[in-house]
């Protein structure tokens, strides 16, 4: 069964940063494309940042791009995603998952909220 656990959430305020961490148990990443998604309160979930198995290609969200990175460490089986000059509408559970999603992966997420 695999399990995604993401971290690294917190209240930072606006122009901050934050890394978020995703580690994986059940089952080896290493080979699948991951994806960092997120839901904003009365919003429906979506995709923010994926990340190829190799790392190759990466793709974001128009309005995170130039602001998050993401980034995988295949041996430690975990995902990144590194998020700088936050903004107030960056404020949502993130969550991390296979890309495309895999219904079943879905973990508890990391609450990120950014003030103003």
């Known amino acids: 069964q695999v399990q995604l656990v993401e971290s690294g959430g917190g209240l930072v305020q606006a122009g901050g940063s934050l890394r978020l961490s995703c580690a994986a148990s059940g089952r080896t990443l290493s080979t699948v494309d991951m994806g960092w998604y997120r839901q904003a309160p009365g919003k429906d979930r979506e995709f923010v940042a994926g990340?190829?198995?190799?790392?190759?290609?990466?793709y974001y969200l128009d309005s995170v791009k130039g602001r998050f990175a993401i980034s995988r460490d295949n041996a430690q089986n975990t995902l990144y995603l590194q998020m700088n000059s936050l903004k107030p509408e960056d404020t949502a559970i993130y969550y991390c998952n296979t890309a495309p999603a895999t219904y079943d992966y879905w973990g508890q997420g990391t609450q990120v909220t950014v003030s103003s």
């Open positions: 990340i190829t198995w190799g790392g190759r290609s990466i």
